[in-house]
T-cell receptor, first 110, second 114 residues
Framework: DAKTTQPNSMESNEEEPVHLPCNHS???????IHWYRQLPSQGPEYVIH???SNVNNRMASLAIAEDRKSSTLILHRATLRDAAVYYC???????????FGTGTRLTIIP | AAGVIQSPRHLIKEKRETATLKCYPI?????VYWYQQGPGQDPQFLIS???????DKGSIPDRFSAQQFSDYHSELNMSSLELGDSALYFC?????????????FGEGSRLTVL
């Protein structure tokens, strides 16, 4: 499976935007970029996904580099409830499982 | 909206015993995935089913087996339990192997092996 690289941890102040980076230099043309997050003692939760174009939903935005070798998850206004481990995952077309790597532990400072 | 239901939520077993975890997917979801998450670790894919057939297999020990039933619920059977099997076990479901689609996860079953 293609690999992703994320910072181990990040901190952000409450009510400020957060930009979570992800590198995926070995991505192939049919790999979808997925983001999930996991709050303490809960199951992973879908955040957003994209293929080539930037994407927005009620939770976040996903900015995908033109060469697709990196992406950034944007939380527009972080709240304490956004404190979680965020996983950037490449989902291979035709192989639907998610392979979790080491995500980014996001801490929100009140 | 209905979510993925897992039972039991907590389970305590002794070494060498057997445990069964159950997963009830969201209605009309026919694809189920099982994940294991040890303490301080990231979720690891175990096995998946699509339309009651095994569709993919990950790092699932031979002591573990799983199946998906006609009503699409799935059960993970674990035998000869070891201390290292203590973990959170998550089930996820999707409405078929939709390329790029979202996986819906349950809240997990916490297995403690003593």
């Amino acid at each position: 499976d293609a690999k992703t690289t994320q910072p181990n941890s990040m901190e952000s102040n409450e009510e400020e935007p957060v930009h979570l980076p992800c590198n995926h230099s070995t991505i192939s043309g049919t790999d979808y970029i997925h983001w999930y997050r996991q709050l303490p003692s809960q199951g992973p939760e879908y955040v957003i996904h994209g293929l080539t174009s930037n994407v927005n939903n009620r939770m976040a935005s996903l900015a995908i580099a033109e060469d697709r070798k990196s992406s950034t998850l944007i939380l527009h206004r972080a709240t304490l409830r956004d404190a979680a481990v965020y996983y950037c995952i490449l989902r291979i077309f035709g192989n639907e499982k998610l392979t979790f790597g080491t995500g980014t532990r996001l801490t929100i400072i009140p | 909206a209905a979510g993925v239901i897992q039972s039991p939520r907590h389970l305590i077993k002794e070494k060498r015993e057997t445990a069964t975890l159950k997963c009830y997917p969201i209605p009309r979801h026919d694809t189920v995935y099982w994940y294991q998450q040890g303490p301080g670790q990231d979720p690891q894919f175990l096995i998946s089913f699509y339309e009651k057939m095994q569709s993919d297999k990950g790092s699932i020990p031979d002591r573990f087996s799983a199946q998906q039933f006609s009503d699409y619920h799935s059960e993970l059977n674990m035998s000869s339990l070891e201390l290292g099997d203590s973990a959170l076990y998550f089930c996820a479901s999707t409405p078929g192997p939709v390329p790029g689609g979202e996986l819906f996860f349950g809240e997990g079953s916490r297995l403690t092996v003593l």
